[in-house]
């Protein structure tokens, strides 16, 4: 039983993920949390029910089946009272045939790494079976609560649920605040969630956004606590452009992957800027130290703190959107530095700086032009995550692919 970035996940049927991780993890909670009420939410993933299956198996008190929801959606059945501990069972933009089990604790917050590490302890535990009990929420009125009053959306939105946990709630929320609605990843089977949409695909909605006319985009992933806006050019606006839209108060919370570009609009508008370690956790905790409102990464995880405890892609797109459809317009003049982004394959992840090839082809690239480069393993999976910033898109690219040459030699 094995927590990454964010909770346990891997292939389903793996050594990492399985209805016995998934029972191991149950039996682990209830030593940890004793008879509480075990909420739980899923994405439309084919494995999702065996795995609460499998929770049922280990926890030996009630676990309580909110069925498919945004993972925002568990966050706030916590601050509800509705639940006392949380499991969401999805690998968010991963494929299909990956799953996960993201935990949230009391108040609908992400646990922290020793939180994890106490659970993992015990992961060797009796099971004790439970019993399910199926429950409703309905997540539309918890974000309509976070919203401006009346129908205020007179637009027309196209909407990328990724064929995941916001293919319903998505466009039941935006018809309810007044948007005509073109849908695209609506249609889940279990096996299509990720699959060349949502919001690691914008592509595909930026042809929707431009076919149909719409005024603006919001593209979300699997689990969709994830935005990614399209403008009506059809142009992508990443978290980096988003978090600039949503700048308010003394700073904005970004991470190592955010954008240099971010952090000089900010300053222009006399709003400061700081970077977190990569992951919504690690930017939570940031912006709780330093009392700022609003932080997220480039891939659309975004926090507000006067929104959920966990971030959520349709909060998110329409707390930007309220502010104004004309993206354009309101992004004039911001331009992201060009980076190159590689994510390579790696069959070890020793600790880079032990690795003396690696520190020196990143040394000779930052003498030959890089501005920024930042190399981190993926906490989910065997891979080296290379980032470049250059001031020209090719001379980004190469330096990037200078580097991979390198890892692949060293770590593949």
């Known amino acids: 039983m094995n927590f990454g970035t964010d909770g346990i996940r891997g292939r389903f049927g793996s050594a990492e993920l399985s209805v016995g ?8 909670l209830f030593a940890r949390l004793g008879p509480v009420r075990l909420g739980v939410v899923r994405d439309t993933r084919q494995s999702g029910p065996a795995l609460i299956e499998g929770l049922r198996e ?3 008190g009630e676990v309580v089946d909110f069925g498919v929801q945004p993972t925002a959606a568990l966050s706030a059945i916590l601050r509800d009272g509705l639940a006392d501990f949380g499991v969401a069972v999805t690998a968010s933009h991963n494929p299909w045939h990956d799953n996960g089990l993201k935990l949230l604790g009391p108040g609908g917050f992400k646990l922290t790494v020793e939180d994890e590490g106490a659970i993992a302890a015990l992961a060797d535990s009796r099971p004790v079976e439970g019993r399910v009990r199926s429950a409703q929420f309905d997540h539309a009125a918890a974000l309509r609560a976070l919203l401006p009053p009346g129908r205020w959306l007179d637009a027309h939105v196209a909407l990328d649920a990724a064929h995941g946990a916001g293919f319903e709630v998505g466009p039941r929320l935006l018809k ?3 948007a005509r609605v073109s849908t695209l990843g609506t249609d889940p089977d279990g096996l299509n969630i990720n699959e060349g949409v949502g919001a690691v695909h914008p592509e595909r909605l930026a042809a929707v956004v ?11 992933d699997g689990d969709a606590d994830r935005c990614i806006l399209v403008n009506a050019r059809g142009e992508v606006v990443d978290g980096d452009a988003l978090l600039l839209l949503l700048a308010v108060g003394e700073g904005v919370v970004g991470t190592v992957m955010c954008n240099a570009a971010l952090g000089r609009a900010l300053a222009d508008r006399g709003i400061g800027f700081d970077r977190a370690g990569v992951g919504d956790r690690q930017v939570a905790a940031r912006m709780r130290e330093l009392g700022w409102r609003v932080g997220g990464e480039p891939s659309g995880h975004v926090l507000l703190d006067d929104g959920l405890p966990t971030g959520d892609g349709l909060l998110t797109g329409l707390r930007v959107l309220a502010g104004g459809l004309d993206l354009v317009a309101r992004l004039r003049g911001f331009r992201l530095d060009p980076q190159a982004k590689i994510n390579l394959a790696v069959a070890r992840k020793p600790p880079l700086a032990s690795v003396p090839e690696l520190v020196r082809v990143e040394q000779d690239v930052l003498r030959s032009g ?5 190399l981190r393993y993926s906490g989910t999976e065997p891979k080296l995550r290379i980032l470049v910033e250059a001031p020209d898109a090719d001379v980004a690219r190469s330096l990037a692919e200078r580097i991979a040459a390198v890892a692949e030699s060293c770590l593949g």
Not at 210 to 220: K, N, P, Q, R
Not at 370 to 374: D, P
Request: with cysteine.
């Open 58 to 60: 280990g926890f030996g």
């Open 210 to 220: 431009l076919e149909t006319g719409a005024d603006v985009g919001i593209c979300l």
């Open 176 to 178: 309810d605040l007044g």
């Open 21 to 28: 991780v998934a029972r191991q993890l149950g039996a682990a």
């Open 370 to 374: 890089a501005e920024r480069v930042l």
